[in-house]
């Protein structure tokens, strides 16, 4: 969608640079607020607007208070410009609803990532509301075709639609109550509730919203607005819609006014149940209290629910009702049926019944005592209701609840409940956690679309689904990631063996698209399974290093106290480059900087700048260890920039001691040449410590032309126009085409150390270094040969017309003192 930018600034100048800044958005300019009030009403699609707090006529203030008061612009985001010294206006601004400010005069890097964020802010708030459009859309279909009355969000007190949003009712609903929509949306629910029942359902939501149960059923009375009741049996369930909303919870409501009345006149005499029990949804009946429960009584309705004529049931004809109870609940219902004798109370409970058919069917029995003068119980008196589909609608919720949509699998929630209710009880079988990280599918879903990736996670869990043996629980725990919690296994060469199996089963069916995963593996101890949280944290971490460690293959990590260590060493840098990113202790990022010799001249014409790194807790890290950390992290832009800092001072101190053509180059990553400001950011670095761009120079390793050529080509020509000369380092090693190798814009190509090694253990005339030299020059490259450390080296180098080398022959990597002081020495 294209992104429209509104300027408003008094100064010609500033509209001008900020508009030239903003040429691949859409902009619109003002001069003062009062042309930005008639711009932003002619143009109803401006996104972002710049706004200037000090103008003639009408200012910011004044702007911000109008379009605070409008709804219209609701969506439109502000970001004002003030100076330095208005911290109160900055408060007031963001207090009228500006989202943010820059100070003048104004940093157009600062400007332009400022406007980049909110870009893609607004771009990501545009998708979600899409989104959540088309989820609604479904929703309503659903609720205005469902028979029974539902409502969503449905709130006890009165409220709002801005501050209840997911409110919704169907029509059953609207019929069931005798109110619109909005009607009951102001009302609650407790002002058409019968006064008797509102205490005891106000305590089951409470304990529902505190998470205590995950449903109730209740019935209860609606008055409706001719003040006529309508008995419903309603069921309140929970249905998470908002981590920050109160009201997370649907109910279903059914008409059951016609079965209260029926068991109201059941109550008032014999004669009136006989005609009122035809109209019975589901059987009424009077039974012996006796083992077999043996009928005196049974309503017509026996046959729809149970598929037995009533005569079939009367003392016990064709079968006992006993019979037809599910055999588990035989028990249950005897010895509730003693305790509520005992204690002079209705008898209510679900349970199960088998049918004629063999089907079977949750009912609601309802009943009591009946007692003769001595206080002997002489009957049982009740009604057997069908609430199979009620039941069947709570078992849908529950499924929901557990299961992933797409695969049918375990969710990660189940996962999390089976982990607790396990950790309470003694471990009595050795138990672990298997994860398979499918991450890689990311780019799969991106290139073939989301139906592609996934139908693909489909086939996945049905090929772990045929691992799933005894006492193994596969779970679909995210969208890149299963689980298989397994239990009862011998040893460890068991769990290998299994882990083979899982690389089998997806090996012939992630081939075909070149997915790898990595195969996490956590086993569980007394130690570790009590905390089911930090237990899948670490899960998750272990199949990330597997991943990591497996590169492009598929690779197998175990948890233990060496990984640990490494994680813990690997979250330590992690969080210090942070810092360091951020601004904090840049001084425990330094260089260290190695002397390049120019073989025609035999002085030293340069260094190469070395970045190195000190952490508090672990010493003295590796490049080998720390780059690659800062480059996943994107911290490499940053750190970058500080880096390229460090060398411009030390090119100023060159220069302070009378070396004046001395240069210096540092190593930079794909990742910054390819960030959108690293030309600019570079320049700005340069330029402000007023060094000679041609004093500096960058080196980029050779495998880094492997992908997106043409655009850093296009990087480095921009960068040899301002005079910052460029360098391929570890020539030879990495993908070249020689084909493309004349249209680099590059002055120089330095020639790994492996080549330079070789000339120590090779024959002259196998050597291809001299062949490399020739190339360079051929291409119109000056060539410099890298880890220089025998005579031996330097002599065929020198005969064979090499124009530089750097490595310990002339000196190792010097900090600043002693580089400064090797120069000195050395080319006086």
Known sequence: MLFKILVVDDSASDRAIITNMLSDYATLTACDGVEAMRMLDEHEDINLMILDLNMPHMNGFQVLEAIKSESKFKRLRTIILTNYDELDNEIRGLQLGAVDYVRKPIHMASLRARIEVHVELFRTQYAMEQRFADQATTLDTILAQMPIGIAVSFSHEPTTAELNEHFSVNRAFEELTGRTESELLELGWVAI?????????????????????????????????????????LLQASLVLSDNHHLNHVALARDITESKLIESKLMESERSKSVLLSHLQGMAYRCNYDRDWTMQFVSSGCLELTGYDPEALIQNRDISFNELITPEYRELLWHQWMETLKARVPFRREYEITTAGGDRKWVFEIGQGVYNQDGEVEALEGIIIDISERKAMEDQLRYINEHDAWTGLYNRRYLESVLIKDSRTPMTEKAALVSINLNSMHSLTLTYGFQYGQELAKRIADELS??????????????????????????????????????????????????????????????????VELLLKKLLITSEEAVLVGNDENHVCFYDDELERRIFRRETLQHDLSRIAAGEHEEKIFLHYQPVLDLHQNRICGFEALARYNNDELGLVSPLEFIPIIEKTKHIIPIGNIIARKACEFVLELTRLGHTTLNVSINVSVIQLLSREFVENLLDVI????????????????????????????????????????????????????????????????????????????PVEQTITSDIISMGHKLGHYVVAEGVEHERQLEYLRTHGCDKIQGYLISKPLDQENALAFVNRFNS
């Open 466 to 531: 045929g691992l799933c043996a005894h006492k193994c629980l596969l779970c679909n725990t995210s969208e890149y990631r299963f689980v298989f919690y397994k239990k009862g296994y011998k040893d460890g060469d068991d769990l290998v063996a299994f882990c083979s199996a899982i690389e089998r089963a997806l090996g012939p069916l992630l081939s075909v698209d070149r997915i790898n995963f990595g195969l996490g593996v956590i086993e569980m101890d007394e130690d570790n399974r009590h905390d």
């Open 687 to 762: 330029t402000s410590m007023r060094v000679d761009p041609e004093r500096f120079m960058i080196e980029l390793t050779e495998s880094a032309f492997s992908s997106n050529f043409a655009e850093i080509n296009r990087i480095l020509g921009q960068l040899r126009k301002y005079g910052i000369r460029s360098s391929i380092d570890d020539f030879g090693t990495g993908y070249s085409s020689l084909s493309r190798e004349r249209e680099l814009n590059v002055d120089c190509l330095k020639i790994d150390k492996s080549f330079i090694d070789k000339l120590l253990v090779l």
């Open 193 to 233: 509730t019968h006064p008797d029942d509102v205490e005891q359902e106000m305590l089951l939501l409470q304990r529902l919203q505190a998470g205590e149960i995950d449903s109730y059923a209740v019935d209860k009375r609606f008055i409706r607005p001719d003040g006529s009741i309508v008995w419903v049996h």
